[in-house]
């Protein structure tokens, strides 16, 4: 493991939250487990199930019934880095998202439910704390970072749609959950080494229809289907 850098950007040690451990949250963290981190947070009050097994592949039959974050951190800690693994075994909520975030540099959002997405990253911005959160619906992946400071007008003002609350996880290939998490660590990884994680930039895909769109926000005045080069304002 190489020695964790002290990374004026976030201070030292650099300590990321990861909020949910489901598909994405399983695929991201031995992601994660070789950059240069220091602390990773596990939040999930899941236990797992038979129904997670097909996508959530840190998970076997064993599993069933123990705490996601339990099993999860036990994975990683197997693997014998210097990560310390901590476990949060609760849900997040208005009552104590700060108290989760709090100290962290990093939340990534894996989690699959629209409000408490909208809480977390309304919570970051509230703690001027790094946020890159990964989505999935269907087969269509949106990936976003937001750092502190960054006064972005929302990509999708408004409520949510009736078919984005309605997607049912089960469904979704663990390819879509894997290919999230590895855009959110490429995204982390640019962060930990001083870059800005493509903030203010959304990463679109969609797989049925063969299509990958890198789209910046309204304050840039178009949404652009074309590439962005590392000279990009935001």
């Known amino acids: 493991?190489?020695?964790?850098?002290?990374?004026?950007?976030?201070?030292?040690?650099?300590?990321?939250?990861?909020?949910?451990?489901?598909?994405?949250?399983?695929?991201?963290?031995?992601?994660?487990?070789?950059?240069?981190?220091?602390?990773?947070?596990?939040?999930?009050?899941?236990?797992?199930?038979?129904v997670n097994l097909p996508r959530q592949l840190l998970y076997a039959p064993g599993d069933l019934g123990k705490a996601k974050v339990s099993v999860a951190a036990a994975a990683m800690r197997a693997k014998g880095d210097e990560i310390s693994w901590r476990e949060e075994f609760r849900f997040v909520d208005?009552?104590?998202?700060?108290?989760?975030?709090?100290?962290?540099?990093?939340?990534?959002?894996?989690?699959?439910?629209?409000?408490?997405?909208?809480?977390?990253?309304?919570?970051?911005?509230?703690?001027?704390?790094?946020?890159?959160?990964?989505?999935?619906?269907?087969?269509?992946?949106?990936?976003?970072?937001?750092?502190?400071?960054?006064?972005?007008?929302?990509?999708?003002?408004?409520?949510?749609?009736?078919?984005q609350e309605g997607c049912d996880m089960r469904a979704v290939p663990a390819g879509i959950t894997t290919m999230t998490a590895a855009l959110m660590s490429l995204r982390i990884a640019d962060l930990l080494q001083g870059g800005d994680g493509l903030a203010g930039i959304m990463d679109l895909l969609d797989v049925d229809h063969g299509r990958w769109m890198r789209i910046m926000g309204p304050t840039a005045g178009e949404l652009m289907d074309t590439p962005i080069t590392p000279s990009r304002h935001v």
């Open 94 to 163: 208005a009552r104590n998202v700060r108290d989760l975030l709090r100290d962290q540099d990093v939340v990534a959002d894996c989690t699959d439910d629209l409000h408490v997405r909208h809480l977390i990253a309304h919570t970051c911005k509230e703690m001027d704390i790094t946020l890159v959160t990964g989505a999935v619906h269907e087969k269509q992946v949106q990936v976003f970072t937001r750092i502190p400071k960054q006064h972005e007008a929302p990509f999708f003002p408004g409520h949510p749609a009736e078919e």
């Open 1 to 50: 493991m190489p020695e964790v850098p002290n990374d004026p950007k976030f201070g030292s040690p650099i300590r990321i939250a990861v909020i949910g451990v489901g598909g994405t949250g399983c695929a991201l963290l031995p992601l994660l487990a070789v950059q240069q981190i220091a602390e990773v947070t596990l939040v999930d009050g899941d236990t797992v199930e038979a």
